[in-house]
C-alpha cells in the first residue's frame, strides 16, 4: 500500500460520509467535506505527477476482484505519463467546480446530495484513469455514468432532467453493450484483462481473424471497433452523441466538470490508452478518424444556430471530442490527450462562464435575450471571452496549440488524413464562429431581456460572488497557458507533453515539410479570425444578415435548428416499435393468447372452477383440500410404486 | 466433514418445522407474542446457519455437514443430507431471507397471523430440506411439501385474484413435478433400487435414458426457473402473493429450479445435457430479451419485477448451459444476487403497499421528494438489478456472458442486450415511481422506520460486499463447480481417458 490509493479513497469517503449523515446532521456544510477530500487528491496527483515526471512508473495490484477459473481481474493501478496527464485534469478541474459550486448551489435543498455526488464521480473518474486493467476501467467507466445519470436528473422533480438522466444512461449502455463484448472478446482470445499483459500479446493476433455472419473479419479489427463503440457512446460521438445536449438539463457545474472537461473524454483517453491495440489496425483507425472528423463537423453545424447558452457550448464540446478521436485516429494519440487537456480548461470555463450569465439572469438560458452583459459582470465577461479565443484557435492560447497540432498530424497522415484535415480546418472557422456569437449576443450590444416593462431581469444583473469568479479565473489562466506545455518546435517551443507522453502513446513519424507545417498554421490562423469576423460582422455590425439567411436558406435552416432530426429517428425507429411490440405483441399475443391458451388449457377450466367456488363461498378450505389431496396422491403412489 | 458437536442441518430443517408447530399452539390473540416468537425463530435458525458460512471447507468438492440414517432400508430410502460449494449458499440465502420476510410482515399481516408464520417457516425447513438432500426420495417430498405452504401463503394472505394465481401457481409447478417423478422412479430402477444421488452421480445412464430423463426433469426444473415459456405462472404469482411470499419466490424458490440443473442434470445425465446445452442457451436468450422487453409494458409494479426476474434468470440458466467455469460460477453468484436484489425490490414495494395499498405504477411519481430514505434504498437495489460494476449485479452477469460468449458466440451477443434493455426498463420504472411530481395519493406519507431500515440494511451490505469482493462467494463453489465441470466433459469419454492415463503415466515416469 502506498499514498495513491488515497486518491481516489478521499473521494470516496467524503461521499460516504455526505451521503450517510448529509441529509440529517452536515446539511449545507457538505463542502466541508467534499473540497478537502478533493483536494488532497490534488495534491497527491501532482505529487504523483513529479515522481512520473522523474521518470517512475507505477504499477501494481492492490486486491483480487474477480476470479473464477482462469479469469483474474484485480483492482489496481497504473500510473504512467498517460495517467498523471489525467490526474491533474481531473483533480484540478474537479477542486474549481467543487468550489463554484458553494457558490452556485447555494441554497438549494439538494446541497448535500449535490456534493456527495460531486465526491463520488470524482472517485469514479479517478479509478477510471488509474486502473491497471480492463475492468476497473469498465467500473469506472460505468460508475461515471451513474454520477452523470444522478447529476443530470439532479432536479428531479422536472421532468426534462429525469427524461435527459435516463437517456443519458441508456444511450451509453448502447455504447457499452459494444464495450463489453470487446472486453470479453479480449479476455478470450488472450486470457488476460491487465494493460501490460494484453499490450505485450496483441501481436499475437495479428493476421487472425473472426468468422461473423459468414465473413471473415479481422480479429483486431472487430476488438478495437467493440472498444469503439463505448467511446463513442461515452464521448457523445455520432450517432451516439443525442444524450450529451439533454445533459445539459443538470446543474451547470456538472455541464462543465462531467459533461465537458472529464468523463466525456474518457472515450479518447480509453482509445489513447489502447493505441497499442488501435494501430494494429488500419480499418479501426480510420473508422476512429472519420467519425471524428464527421462528428466535429456535425455538431459545429448545429452550434451554428442553436439558442440555448449552454446547448450551444455542449454541441461545441460533441465538436471538440471529434477532434480529438480525428487526432487518435490519424495516429497522433498525443496530440489528441494534448487536446483534452486544453479543452478541459477553456470548456470548464465556458460552461462556469455560463452558469455565472445564467446566475445573474435568474436562469434564462436563450442568448437572444440576453446582450451586453459587459459592463454588469466583468469578470465573467473577460474569462468567458478568454475561453471564446481559446476554443477558437486564436494564437498564443491554449486551443490553438493543440488544435493545431491535431491538424497538422491530420495534414501529415496520407490523402485520408488530408481530408480529415480540410474537414478539420473548416471546423475551425465554424468553432471561431459559434464562439463569438455567444460572446457577441451575450455580452455586447444593448440588452435584450424582460427590462422594459417591469425591469426585472435587468435590474437584478450583477457579478456572481468571489467563490465563483474565482474559479472562472483560475481557468482563465488555463485557457492561455495550459497550451505552453506543447508549443512546436516550429514556434521555438520544446512540445514537451508529446515527448512526456510518447513511451505511453509514440509519435507518428513526420514526412512533411517545413513549408506545409507553416501552411497548416497559417490557414488555420486564417479560418479562426474570419470566423470571428464573420461572427461580429453578422451580430454586431449587421444583426439583419442572420435572419435574412436564415429566411433564404430556409430549409438547412430548419434542418440545423432541429438537429438534423436523429432525436426524431431514433424515436421513431427505436423507441416506438420496441414500446408496441412490448404491449401488443408481447403481452396482448404471445404471452395472454399463445403460451397461456396452450398452457392454459386447464387453468382455464381452473378459472370457471375457481369462480364458481368463490359464487358459492365455501371458498378456500376446499381448493387446501384439493391441493393436499394431489400432494398426497403423488407421494402415495410414489409409496406403492417402490413397493412392487 | 462434521466439524461441529450438532446435526447441523437437520436443525436447520426441522427447527422452523417444529417453530412452525409451536407457533400454531399460541393463543389466537397474543399478536405480539406470535410476532416476537416467529422473529426468534428466524433469528435463531439464521445464526445456526452460520457455521456453514464459517466452517465450510473450500478446498473440497465433497459433500459436508453430512448425515447420514437408514429409513425404509428395504426401498434403498435414506435421510441423508449434506452440503456442497454449489447448495451451502443457498441454505444460508434462505435463513437471512427468511428472517427479513418476519420482519417486513409484521404489521402488513393482519389476519390469521400465526397460520402465516406457520406457513412461512413450513417453507424455509423445507426448501432447505430441498437444498441439502443427498437422497432423491427425501429430495422429492422437501420438493413437493414446499409446494402446499407456498400455495397457502399466495391462496390465503395474497391480493384480489389470489386464487386463481394460487391454483396457477400449483398445477404448474405440480405437472412439472410429476414427469420428474416419473424420472426419479426411472433413476432408481436403474441404479440398482436406491435412491443414493451420489451413487447415480458415478453411474453412466445409457445416452437414450440421459436424454429422457433429461426432458423429464427439465420438465419441473424450466417450470420452477422459470424458463421461456413456462414462464407465465410467476406474474401472477408474484403480483398477488404478500410480500414475504413475493420474496422467497423470488429470493429462493425459483433458485430451486436452476439448483435443480446443476445437481441433477448436468452430473446425471451429462451427455445429454451437452447435447441439448444449444437449445437450453437459446431458451435463455430468449427469456433474457422477451422477459427484458416485456418488462417495457408493465403497470404493476410488482408484476413489472416478476418478468425482470424471467429475464435474469435467463442468464442463470445461459451460464449454467455454458458448461465453463465462468458460466456456472457466474450463474450461481448471479442467483445469489438476484435472490438478494429482487428480494430486496419486493421487499421495497411490500413497504410502499403498505403505506399506499396501491402496485399500479400510475399510482406513483415523486415518491424521492416524499420518502427520501426509502428511494435511496431502492436506488441501490435498482442499480444492482441492472448490473452496475461494484455492486452484485454485475459481477454474476458479467461472468455468465464470458461463460455464454466462449461457449456459443452469438449467443453471448444476444444475451449482452439484456444489459440495455434492464437499464432501459428499470430506470423508466424508477422515475415513473421516484422522480417528477408529487403524486396527490402519496402525499403526507411517512418515511421508512427503523424496523424497515434494518429489514433492507443487511441486503445492501450483500449487495455490495458481492458487487467489491465477489471471491468470498465465489471460492464456496470454485472447487465443486470444477469437479462438476470435470464430470461433464468427460462423460462419455471413460475408455478413451483410461487409455490417455495409460499412455501418459510412463512418459511421466521417465520425466
Same mark, same amino acid.
Given at each position: 500500500m502506498d499514498k495513491y490509493i488515497l486518491i481516489p479513497l478521499l473521494p470516496l469517503i467524503a461521499f460516504a460520509?455526505?451521503?450517510?449523515?448529509?441529509?440529517?446532521?452536515?446539511?449545507?456544510? @457538505? !463542502?466541508?467535506?467534499a473540497i478537502p477530500a478533493v483536494f488532497g487528491s490534488f495534491v497527491l496527483s501532482v505529487i504523483a505527477f513529479a515522481e512520473v515526471a522523474g521518470g517512475k512508473v507505477i504499477n501494481y495490484d492492490i486486491y483480487s476482484w474477480i476470479v473464477s477459473g482462469d479469469f483474474r481481474v484485480s483492482i489496481g493501478f497504473l500510473i504512467d505519463q498517460l495517467t498523471v496527464i489525467m490526474l491533474i485534469v481531473v483533480t484540478s478541474v474537479s477542486l474549481l467546480v467543487h468550489i463554484y459550486s458553494v457558490g452556485y448551489m447555494h441554497g438549494d435543498p439538494g446541497y448535500y446530495r449535490f456534493f456527495s455526488y460531486l465526491s463520488l464521480f470524482t472517485f469514479s473518474m479517478l479509478m477510471l484513469v488509474m486502473g491497471n486493467n480492463l475492468l476497473q476501467l469498465y467500473l469506472g467507466w460505468e460508475l461515471v455514468g451513474l454520477c452523470s445519470y444522478l447529476l443530470i436528473g439532479f432536479w428531479y422533480k422536472k421532468k426534462a432532467p429525469a427524461d435527459a438522466g435516463k437517456k443519458a444512461f441508456i444511450v451509453n449502455r448502447v455504447g457499452d453493450f459494444g464495450f463489453g463484448i470487446g472486453v470479453i472478446m479480449i479476455f478470450l482470445f488472450l486470457g488476460t484483462l491487465n494493460y501490460t499483459e494484453i499490450f505485450g500479446s496483441i501481436g499475437m493476433l495479428t493476421g487472425q481473424t473472426i468468422n461473423i455472419a459468414g465473413f471473415n473479419v479481422d480479429l483486431i479489427t472487430v476488438i478495437a471497433l467493440l472498444l469503439f463503440l463505448g467511446a463513442v457512446g461515452k464521448s457523445a460521438q455520432i450517432p451516439l452523441h443525442v444524450w450529451l445536449p439533454d445533459a445539459m438539463e443538470g446543474p451547470t457545474p456538472v455541464s462543465a466538470l462531467i459533461h465537458a472537461a472529464t468523463m466525456v473524454t474518457a472515450g479518447v483517453f480509453m482509445i489513447a490508452r489502447f493505441n497499442p491495440v488501435f494501430s494494429l489496425s488500419e480499418t479501426a483507425m480510420w473508422t476512429v478518424a472519420i467519425v471524428g472528423a464527421v462528428t466535429a463537423l456535425f455538431a459545429a453545424t448545429i452550434a451554428l444556430? +442553436?439558442?440555448?447558452?449552454?446547448?450551444?457550448? $455542449?454541441?461545441?464540446?460533441?465538436? +471538440?471530442?471529434?477532434?480529438?478521436?480525428? $487526432?487518435?485516429?490519424?495516429?497522433?494519440?498525443? $496530440?489528441?490527450?494534448?487536446?483534452?487537456?486544453? !479543452?478541459?480548461?477553456?470548456? @470548464?470555463?465556458?460552461?462556469?462562464? @455560463?452558469?455565472?450569465?445564467?446566475?445573474?439572469?435568474?436562469?434564462?438560458?436563450?442568448? +437572444?435575450?440576453?446582450?451586453?452583459?459587459?459592463?454588469?459582470?466583468?469578470?465573467t465577461y473577460w474569462t468567458f471571452l478568454i475561453a471564446s479565443l481559446s476554443i477558437a484557435g486564436i494564437p498564443g492560447l491554449a486551443g490553438f496549440f493543440s488544435k493545431d497540432e491535431i491538424l497538422w498530424m491530420a495534414y501529415n497522415a496520407g490523402s485520408l488524413g488530408k481530408f480529415t484535415w480540410i474537414v478539420g480546418t473548416a471546423v475551425t472557422a465554424l468553432t471561431a464562429f459559434y464562439s463569438f456569437r455567444i460572446v457577441f449576443l451575450t455580452f455586447h450590444g444593448k440588452f435584450r431581456g424582460t427590462s422594459k416593462s417591469d425591469n426585472r431581469q435587468e435590474y437584478h444583473l450583477h457579478e456572481s460572488p468571489k467563490v465563483m469568479t474565482m474559479p472562472l479565473v483560475v481557468l482563465a489562466v488555463g485557457a492561455v497557458a495550459a497550451g505552453w506545455v506543447g508549443i512546436p518546435e516550429?514556434?521555438?517551443?520544446?512540445?514537451?507533453?508529446?515527448?512526456?507522453?510518447?513511451?505511453?502513446?509514440?509519435?507518428?513519424?513526420?514526412? @512533411?515539410?517545413?513549408?506545409?507545417?507553416?501552411?497548416?498554421?497559417?490557414?488555420?490562423?486564417?479560418?479562426?479570425l474570419a470566423g470571428v469576423f464573420m461572427a461580429w460582422m453578422f451580430y454586431l455590425l449587421k444583426p439583419e444578415i442572420p435572419k435574412n439567411l436564415a429566411m433564404k436558406f430556409k430549409n438547412a435552416h430548419t434542418i440545423l435548428w432541429n438537429k438534423y432530426y436523429v432525436d426524431e429517428l431514433y424515436d421513431f425507429a427505436i423507441e416506438r416499435p420496441t414500446k408496441w411490440i412490448a404491449s401488443n405483441v408481447l403481452v396482448a399475443v404471445t404471452d395472454n393468447k399463445i403460451i397461456e391458451g396452450v398452457v392454459n388449457g386447464l387453468p382455464a377450466a381452473i378459472r370457471n372452477f375457481g369462480e364458481k367456488l368463490r359464487k358459492v363461498q365455501t371458498g378456500y378450505l376446499q381448493h387446501y383440500a384439493m391441493g393436499m389431496a394431489i400432494g398426497l396422491f403423488v407421494i402415495l403412489a410414489l409409496v406403492v410404486i417402490a413397493a412392487n | 466433514?462434521?466439524?461441529?458437536?450438532?446435526?447441523?442441518?437437520?436443525?436447520?430443517?426441522? &427447527?422452523?418445522?417444529?417453530?412452525?408447530? =409451536?407457533?400454531?399452539?399460541?393463543?389466537?390473540? =397474543?399478536?405480539?407474542?406470535?410476532?416476537?416468537?416467529?422473529?426468534? /425463530?428466524?433469528?435463531?435458525?439464521?445464526?445456526?446457519?452460520?457455521?456453514?458460512?464459517?466452517?465450510?471447507?473450500?478446498?473440497?468438492?465433497?459433500?459436508?455437514?453430512?448425515?447420514?440414517h437408514e429409513w425404509v432400508p428395504d426401498w434403498g430410502i435414506r435421510y441423508a443430507l449434506g452440503v456442497d460449494g454449489i447448495s451451502v449458499l443457498f441454505v444460508l440465502l434462505t435463513t437471512l431471507l427468511t428472517v427479513l420476510c418476519v420482519t417486513v410482515s409484521w404489521n402488513s399481516i393482519k389476519e390469521k397471523i400465526k397460520e402465516f408464520y406457520a406457513a412461512l417457516f413450513l417453507i424455509e425447513g423445507a426448501i432447505i430440506g430441498v437444498f441439502s438432500s443427498l437422497d432423491l426420495f427425501l429430495f422429492y417430498i422437501f420438493w413437493e411439501a414446499m409446494l402446499?405452504?407456498?400455495?397457502?401463503?399466495?391462496g390465503v394472505w395474497g391480493g384480489p385474484n389470489r386464487v386463481y394465481a394460487a391454483i396457477k401457481f400449483f398445477l404448474y409447478t405440480l405437472v412439472g413435478s410429476l414427469l420428474m417423478l416419473v424420472g426419479i422412479i426411472v433413476l432408481y430402477l436403474n441404479t440398482g433400487k436406491t435412491f443414493d444421488m451420489l451413487q447415480m452421480m458415478a453411474m453412466n445412464y445409457?445416452?437414450?435414458?440421459?436424454?429422457?430423463?433429461?426432458?423429464?426433469?427439465? =420438465?419441473?426444473?424450466?417450470?420452477?426457473?422459470?424458463?421461456?415459456?413456462?414462464?407465465?405462472?410467476?406474474?401472477?404469482?408474484?403480483?398477488?402473493?404478500?410480500?414475504?411470499?413475493?420474496?422467497?419466490?423470488?429470493?429462493?424458490?425459483?433458485?430451486?429450479?436452476?439448483?435443480?440443473?446443476?445437481?441433477?442434470?448436468?452430473?446425471?445425465f451429462p451427455e445429454a445435457a451437452k447435447d441439448m446445452a444449444p437449445v437450453m442457451m437459446i431458451l435463455s436468450v430468449i427469456a433474457i430479451i422477451y422477459g427484458g422487453i416485456i418488462c417495457l409494458a408493465q403497470t404493476d409494479l410488482k408484476r413489472l419485477i416478476a418478468y425482470s426476474s424471467v429475464s435474469h434468470?435467463?442468464?442463470?440458466?445461459?451460464?449454467?448451459?455454458?458448461?465453463?467455469?465462468?458460466?456456472?460460477?457466474?450463474?450461481?453468484?448471479?442467483? /445469489?444476487?438476484?435472490?438478494?436484489?429482487?428480494? =430486496?425490490?419486493?421487499?421495497?414495494?411490500?413497504?410502499?403497499?403498505?403505506?399506499?395499498?396501491?402496485?399500479?405504477? *400510475?399510482?406513483?411519481?415523486?415518491?424521492?421528494?416524499?420518502?427520501?430514505?426509502y428511494a435511496a434504498f431502492f436506488m441501490v437495489f435498482t442499480l444492482a438489478a441492472i448490473g452496475l460494476p461494484g455492486t452484485s449485479g454485475f459481477v454474476g452477469e458479467f461472468l455468465v456472458l464470458i461463460g455464454g460468449f466462449t461457449a456459443w458466440k452469438l449467443m453471448g451477443v &444476444?444475451?449482452?442486450? *439484456? /444489459?440495455?434493455?434492464?437499464?432501459?426498463?428499470?430506470?423508466?420504472?424508477?422515475?415513473?415511481?421516484?422522480?417528477?411530481?408529487?403524486?396527490?395519493?402519496?402525499? *403526507?406519507?411517512?418515511?421508512?422506520?427503523?424496523?424497515?431500515?434494518?429489514?433492507l440494511l443487511p441486503l445492501i451490505v450483500l449487495v455490495i460486499w458481492i458487487g467489491v469482493y465477489p471471491n468470498t462467494f465465489l471460492s464456496f463453489m470454485d472447487v465443486s463447480v470444477q469437479n462438476l465441470i470435470d464430470r461433464v466433459n468427460t462423460a462419455g469419454m471413460v475408455e478413451i481417458e483410461t487409455t490417455q492415463e495409460v499412455t501418459e503415466m510412463p512418459t511421466e515416469v521417465i520425466k
Amino acid at each position: 500500500m502506498d499514498k495513491y490509493i488515497l486518491i481516489p479513497l478521499l473521494p470516496l469517503i467524503a461521499f460516504a460520509i455526505n451521503i450517510i449523515f448529509g441529509r440529517g446532521i452536515i446539511k449545507d456544510r @457538505a !463542502h466541508y467535506i467534499a473540497i478537502p477530500a478533493v483536494f488532497g487528491s490534488f495534491v497527491l496527483s501532482v505529487i504523483a505527477f513529479a515522481e512520473v515526471a522523474g521518470g517512475k512508473v507505477i504499477n501494481y495490484d492492490i486486491y483480487s476482484w474477480i476470479v473464477s477459473g482462469d479469469f483474474r481481474v484485480s483492482i489496481g493501478f497504473l500510473i504512467d505519463q498517460l495517467t498523471v496527464i489525467m490526474l491533474i485534469v481531473v483533480t484540478s478541474v474537479s477542486l474549481l467546480v467543487h468550489i463554484y459550486s458553494v457558490g452556485y448551489m447555494h441554497g438549494d435543498p439538494g446541497y448535500y446530495r449535490f456534493f456527495s455526488y460531486l465526491s463520488l464521480f470524482t472517485f469514479s473518474m479517478l479509478m477510471l484513469v488509474m486502473g491497471n486493467n480492463l475492468l476497473q476501467l469498465y467500473l469506472g467507466w460505468e460508475l461515471v455514468g451513474l454520477c452523470s445519470y444522478l447529476l443530470i436528473g439532479f432536479w428531479y422533480k422536472k421532468k426534462a432532467p429525469a427524461d435527459a438522466g435516463k437517456k443519458a444512461f441508456i444511450v451509453n449502455r448502447v455504447g457499452d453493450f459494444g464495450f463489453g463484448i470487446g472486453v470479453i472478446m479480449i479476455f478470450l482470445f488472450l486470457g488476460t484483462l491487465n494493460y501490460t499483459e494484453i499490450f505485450g500479446s496483441i501481436g499475437m493476433l495479428t493476421g487472425q481473424t473472426i468468422n461473423i455472419a459468414g465473413f471473415n473479419v479481422d480479429l483486431i479489427t472487430v476488438i478495437a471497433l467493440l472498444l469503439f463503440l463505448g467511446a463513442v457512446g461515452k464521448s457523445a460521438q455520432i450517432p451516439l452523441h443525442v444524450w450529451l445536449p439533454d445533459a445539459m438539463e443538470g446543474p451547470t457545474p456538472v455541464s462543465a466538470l462531467i459533461h465537458a472537461a472529464t468523463m466525456v473524454t474518457a472515450g479518447v483517453f480509453m482509445i489513447a490508452r489502447f493505441n497499442p491495440v488501435f494501430s494494429l489496425s488500419e480499418t479501426a483507425m480510420w473508422t476512429v478518424a472519420i467519425v471524428g472528423a464527421v462528428t466535429a463537423l456535425f455538431a459545429a453545424t448545429i452550434a451554428l444556430v +442553436q439558442n440555448d447558452i449552454k446547448r450551444i457550448v $455542449a454541441y461545441s464540446t460533441v465538436s +471538440q471530442l471529434g477532434y480529438m478521436f480525428l $487526432a487518435c485516429g490519424v495516429g497522433a494519440f498525443g $496530440a489528441g490527450i494534448f487536446h483534452l487537456y486544453t !479543452h478541459a480548461f477553456f470548456k @470548464a470555463l465556458l460552461f462556469l462562464g @455560463a452558469g455565472s450569465v445564467m446566475h445573474a439572469m435568474a436562469g434564462e438560458l436563450n442568448i +437572444q435575450k440576453m446582450g451586453g452583459l459587459k459592463k454588469h459582470m466583468p469578470v465573467t465577461y473577460w474569462t468567458f471571452l478568454i475561453a471564446s479565443l481559446s476554443i477558437a484557435g486564436i494564437p498564443g492560447l491554449a486551443g490553438f496549440f493543440s488544435k493545431d497540432e491535431i491538424l497538422w498530424m491530420a495534414y501529415n497522415a496520407g490523402s485520408l488524413g488530408k481530408f480529415t484535415w480540410i474537414v478539420g480546418t473548416a471546423v475551425t472557422a465554424l468553432t471561431a464562429f459559434y464562439s463569438f456569437r455567444i460572446v457577441f449576443l451575450t455580452f455586447h450590444g444593448k440588452f435584450r431581456g424582460t427590462s422594459k416593462s417591469d425591469n426585472r431581469q435587468e435590474y437584478h444583473l450583477h457579478e456572481s460572488p468571489k467563490v465563483m469568479t474565482m474559479p472562472l479565473v483560475v481557468l482563465a489562466v488555463g485557457a492561455v497557458a495550459a497550451g505552453w506545455v506543447g508549443i512546436p518546435e516550429l514556434l521555438g517551443g520544446g512540445n514537451w507533453i508529446g515527448y512526456f507522453l510518447e513511451p505511453v502513446l509514440g509519435r507518428p513519424e513526420i514526412t @512533411a515539410t517545413y513549408t506545409e507545417k507553416w501552411m497548416v498554421i497559417s490557414i488555420a490562423i486564417v479560418a479562426a479570425l474570419a470566423g470571428v469576423f464573420m461572427a461580429w460582422m453578422f451580430y454586431l455590425l449587421k444583426p439583419e444578415i442572420p435572419k435574412n439567411l436564415a429566411m433564404k436558406f430556409k430549409n438547412a435552416h430548419t434542418i440545423l435548428w432541429n438537429k438534423y432530426y436523429v432525436d426524431e429517428l431514433y424515436d421513431f425507429a427505436i423507441e416506438r416499435p420496441t414500446k408496441w411490440i412490448a404491449s401488443n405483441v408481447l403481452v396482448a399475443v404471445t404471452d395472454n393468447k399463445i403460451i397461456e391458451g396452450v398452457v392454459n388449457g386447464l387453468p382455464a377450466a381452473i378459472r370457471n372452477f375457481g369462480e364458481k367456488l368463490r359464487k358459492v363461498q365455501t371458498g378456500y378450505l376446499q381448493h387446501y383440500a384439493m391441493g393436499m389431496a394431489i400432494g398426497l396422491f403423488v407421494i402415495l403412489a410414489l409409496v406403492v410404486i417402490a413397493a412392487n | 466433514m462434521e466439524g461441529l458437536g450438532y446435526p447441523i442441518l437437520s436443525t436447520l430443517i426441522f &427447527l422452523p418445522i417444529a417453530g412452525a408447530i =409451536a407457533i400454531l399452539l399460541i393463543k389466537r390473540t =397474543a399478536e405480539t407474542f406470535i410476532k416476537w416468537t416467529a422473529f426468534l /425463530i428466524s433469528v435463531i435458525t439464521f445464526i445456526l446457519s452460520l457455521p456453514l458460512f464459517i466452517g465450510f471447507d473450500k478446498t473440497t468438492s465433497e459433500m459436508q455437514f453430512t448425515e447420514t440414517h437408514e429409513w425404509v432400508p428395504d426401498w434403498g430410502i435414506r435421510y441423508a443430507l449434506g452440503v456442497d460449494g454449489i447448495s451451502v449458499l443457498f441454505v444460508l440465502l434462505t435463513t437471512l431471507l427468511t428472517v427479513l420476510c418476519v420482519t417486513v410482515s409484521w404489521n402488513s399481516i393482519k389476519e390469521k397471523i400465526k397460520e402465516f408464520y406457520a406457513a412461512l417457516f413450513l417453507i424455509e425447513g423445507a426448501i432447505i430440506g430441498v437444498f441439502s438432500s443427498l437422497d432423491l426420495f427425501l429430495f422429492y417430498i422437501f420438493w413437493e411439501a414446499m409446494l402446499i405452504p407456498m400455495f397457502l401463503l399466495i391462496g390465503v394472505w395474497g391480493g384480489p385474484n389470489r386464487v386463481y394465481a394460487a391454483i396457477k401457481f400449483f398445477l404448474y409447478t405440480l405437472v412439472g413435478s410429476l414427469l420428474m417423478l416419473v424420472g426419479i422412479i426411472v433413476l432408481y430402477l436403474n441404479t440398482g433400487k436406491t435412491f443414493d444421488m451420489l451413487q447415480m452421480m458415478a453411474m453412466n445412464y445409457p445416452y437414450a435414458m440421459q436424454l429422457m430423463l433429461f426432458w423429464a426433469f427439465f =420438465a419441473a426444473f424450466a417450470v420452477k426457473v422459470p424458463m421461456f415459456p413456462v414462464h407465465t405462472w410467476l406474474p401472477d404469482a408474484h403480483t398477488e402473493a404478500p410480500t414475504a411470499g413475493s420474496v422467497i419466490l423470488a429470493g429462493v424458490l425459483i433458485k430451486m429450479g436452476a439448483y435443480g440443473f446443476l445437481r441433477f442434470s448436468l452430473p446425471l445425465f451429462p451427455e445429454a445435457a451437452k447435447d441439448m446445452a444449444p437449445v437450453m442457451m437459446i431458451l435463455s436468450v430468449i427469456a433474457i430479451i422477451y422477459g427484458g422487453i416485456i418488462c417495457l409494458a408493465q403497470t404493476d409494479l410488482k408484476r413489472l419485477i416478476a418478468y425482470s426476474s424471467v429475464s435474469h434468470m435467463g442468464f442463470v440458466t445461459l451460464g449454467i448451459f455454458a458448461l465453463n467455469t465462468q458460466g456456472i460460477q457466474g450463474g450461481i453468484l448471479q442467483m /445469489i444476487s438476484h435472490g438478494v436484489v429482487t428480494g =430486496a425490490l419486493f421487499l421495497c414495494i411490500g413497504m410502499l403497499y403498505d403505506k399506499t395499498h396501491s402496485r399500479q405504477i *400510475g399510482d406513483y411519481g415523486g415518491v424521492a421528494t416524499v420518502l427520501p430514505i426509502y428511494a435511496a434504498f431502492f436506488m441501490v437495489f435498482t442499480l444492482a438489478a441492472i448490473g452496475l460494476p461494484g455492486t452484485s449485479g454485475f459481477v454474476g452477469e458479467f461472468l455468465v456472458l464470458i461463460g455464454g460468449f466462449t461457449a456459443w458466440k452469438l449467443m453471448g451477443v &444476444l444475451a449482452a442486450t *439484456g /444489459i440495455i434493455i434492464g437499464a432501459a426498463y428499470m430506470l423508466w420504472l424508477y422515475q415513473k415511481v421516484f422522480f417528477m411530481d408529487v403524486n396527490p395519493k402519496i402525499e *403526507g406519507h411517512k418515511d421508512i422506520n427503523i424496523r424497515e431500515i434494518m429489514t433492507l440494511l443487511p441486503l445492501i451490505v450483500l449487495v455490495i460486499w458481492i458487487g467489491v469482493y465477489p471471491n468470498t462467494f465465489l471460492s464456496f463453489m470454485d472447487v465443486s463447480v470444477q469437479n462438476l465441470i470435470d464430470r461433464v466433459n468427460t462423460a462419455g469419454m471413460v475408455e478413451i481417458e483410461t487409455t490417455q492415463e495409460v499412455t501418459e503415466m510412463p512418459t511421466e515416469v521417465i520425466k
